[in-house]
């Protein structure tokens, strides 16, 4: 199997072709998927079906998807939580 890679120009023109699009309200025009978000929103749904705690799945789509930080600092406090520690 070959893989072809398309540069980001053609890309973006590959994907207005095939109207791929990340759920935009109706009448939006097509915008690129964003993957990162969707491989978060996949780690959290599984990370809450094992039985995480609610509080750290929503502390860290909070910081994951709504804040869109990703420092060591911020990931810490998403899952420690209130209770960090600094030794």
């Known amino acids: 199997m070959q893989v072809q890679l398309l540069p980001g120009a053609r890309f973006k023109e590959w994907a207005m072709e095939e109207k ?3 759920n935009n309200a ?3 025009p097509p915008a690129l998927l964003d ?3 969707q491989v978060f929103t996949s780690f959290l749904q ?3 079906e094992s039985g995480a705690a ?3 799945v929503d502390r860290l789509r909070t910081t994951l998807l709504k804040n869109k930080v990703f420092s ?3 990931l810490k406090d998403a899952v ?3 209770e960090t520690i600094i030794w």
Do not use: K, M, Q, Y
């Open 35 to 37: 993957i990162p978000a």
């Open 26 to 28: 109706a009448g939006s």
């Open 46 to 48: 599984s990370l809450s």
């Open 20 to 22: 791929i699009t990340n």
């Open 54 to 56: 609610p509080e750290l």
């Open 72 to 74: 060591d600092r911020a």
């Open 80 to 82: 420690l939580g209130e």
